[in-house]
């Protein structure tokens, strides 16, 4: 019976398209499937419980993927460049998106974090160019640096368990124009749309933000590089 798939295991293996594992396997490790340029189709079983680092890198023909409710943790960087992704289903226990999950994923469109997700990981949806719409759930505490650079955010809501939003989060983000958050959030607010630190620091005011002048309110005492 085979319980996992090693390290390396079929990294660089460019002849494999699609792969079907046993209902036994409980881990992928790291680099498992990486640069393997034409697996288009994996499916990953319900008794998998971790997924290593860099499983899938490179994988540049991957399109879709389904995370099963029996995944625990994503290693970081372990979609990373897969160019062609665009649906992941994420069902999982995971308790953090890792740094650069979903760097350079350009044709995630929309992404729908699951609220069993505490962390959100720097870079980690670095560059996914196409990326319009995320659901960040109310169980998110902190938001790592540089997480949603150069994507297509349209607009964003920041729920109440946010309790930190590292640099340059929304850098780069041409579209978007509205950044909401909860009311009931002790840490951020937004004021005409623009996100604002109650202890006085403009974080962000959005690229694609309608109208010619913006009077800063008198609560904000700094403003945050790349704002």
Known sequence: EVLGIRERGFSGYTNIRSVNLPSSILEIE???FSDCDNLENINIPNNTSAIGSKAFCGCISLKDVIIP???????????WGCSNLESVLMLGNIKEIE??????????????IP????????????????LEDVYIPNSVVSIGDRAFEYTSLKSVYIPMSVEYIGKDVFYGCSDLSDIRVSDYNKRYESIEGILIDKNGELIRYPSAKEGAIYTIPKSVRSIASGA
């Open 30 to 32: 790291a680099e498992a």
């Open 69 to 79: 409710f029996s995944v625990e943790r994503i290693g970081d960087r372990a979609f």
């Open 99 to 112: 740094p650069l999950t979903f760097y350079w994923c350009f044709k995630l469109e929309s992404f729908y």
């Open 115 to 130: 609220d069993s997700v505490i962390a959100i990981g720097e870079k980690a949806f670095y560059s996914c160019f196409r």
